[in-house]
């Protein structure tokens, strides 16, 4: 993997008021301006990067994160946006040319799932996705949808559930990808209702693809997933997972590019984890 294929997760904001369970953010962190956001992402295209990924805390809670899709996408770069889809088809007339994929969450297909492995906020987010895939047919014209699930004690009996309920709709996604449940950041406080066994979830992911061969369906595991996403704050600190902990790379805004592709790209374990993690940009299963 070269500089041009990774796809950096840019957390534009650390700010989030759902207050999901699962959540890896690190809370607390001031937002950047606008102007220091473009200038860093400017910086990232002259050091080579071409993908780039808007997540957060909830990236749509910043006015401005189209701003910064759009001037990524003047540049260059491929773009990604991680996002809880709230406001999505609000927004969508303005994404459509500028954005190539958004990721969206389905944990659950009922209020009680939602509410256990997300928040009372999120008791509908099934909702939320169902009303974005029905609309999408007559309005998208080139945004790639990535539905994820975060498999915890929650849901990890319900799986096959929520995938016939989505391979039911008339609008069919372009990559899903299911996780085992990681203990970061505000998660950590929630290992004991989540966690779940590397064996069982590996275990039910190859059941779930047997059952059901048309969807797209891929998986990480915590430790396939870990060092697998170099991630940049909104302080712009460069961080990937590490076991339970994040491990700080450099800055992308005050170390020197050679100091930050040495970080990132002197590392052949990140690499070739950041390469299996993100295949479905490049062999993605569309479903016509």
Not at 136 to 143: G, M, Q, S, Y
Not at 264 to 279: H, L, P, V
Request: hydrophobic share 40%; aromatic share 10%; with cysteine.
């Amino acid at each position: 993997m070269d500089i041009s294929n990774l796809l950096l997760d840019f957390r534009i904001t650390s700010h989030c008021n759902l207050g999901c369970d699962l959540c890896f953010r690190n809370p607390g962190i001031k937002d950047s301006s606008l102007s220091s956001a473009l200038n860093v992402i400017e910086r990232m295209y002259k050091m080579g990067f071409r993908r780039i990924g808007f997540t957060g805390g909830e990236p749509t809670s910043r006015d401005d994160f189209i701003n910064m899709i759009e001037y990524a996408k003047q540049m260059g770069f491929m773009t990604y946006l991680s996002t809880v889809g709230h406001r999505f088809t609000m927004d969508h007339e303005r994404l459509n040319s500028i954005l190539d994929w958004v990721g969206m969450p389905i944990d659950g297909i009922d209020r009680h799932v939602n509410s256990e492995i997300r928040s009372d906020k999120m008791s509908n987010q099934h909702r939320v996705i169902k009303n974005i895939l029905t609309w999408l047919p007559d309005n998208n014209n080139r945004i790639n949808i990535k539905l994820t699930t975060v498999v915890s004690q929650s849901n990890i009996n319900m799986l096959s559930d929520i995938v016939s309920w989505v391979e039911a709709l008339p609008y069919k996604i372009q990559a899903w990808r299911f996780y085992q449940f990681c203990p970061l950041g505000v998660g950590k406080e929630k290992r004991d209702k989540l966690e779940i066994n590397t064996d069982l979830f590996t275990y039910k992911m190859k059941i779930l693809k047997e059952q059901h061969p048309g969807m797209p369906i891929s998986w990480a595991t915590f430790e396939e997933r870990d060092k697998a996403n170099v991630v940049m704050e909104p302080n712009f600190d460069i961080i990937i997972p590490d076991g339970e902990n994040y491990t700080l790379l450099g800055n992308m805004l005050t170390n020197s590019p050679e100091e930050i592709i040495n970080a990132i790209f002197g590392n052949n374990e990140i690499m070739q984890k950041c390469e299996n993690n993100r295949f479905w940009l490049d062999e993605r299963e569309f479903i016509v």
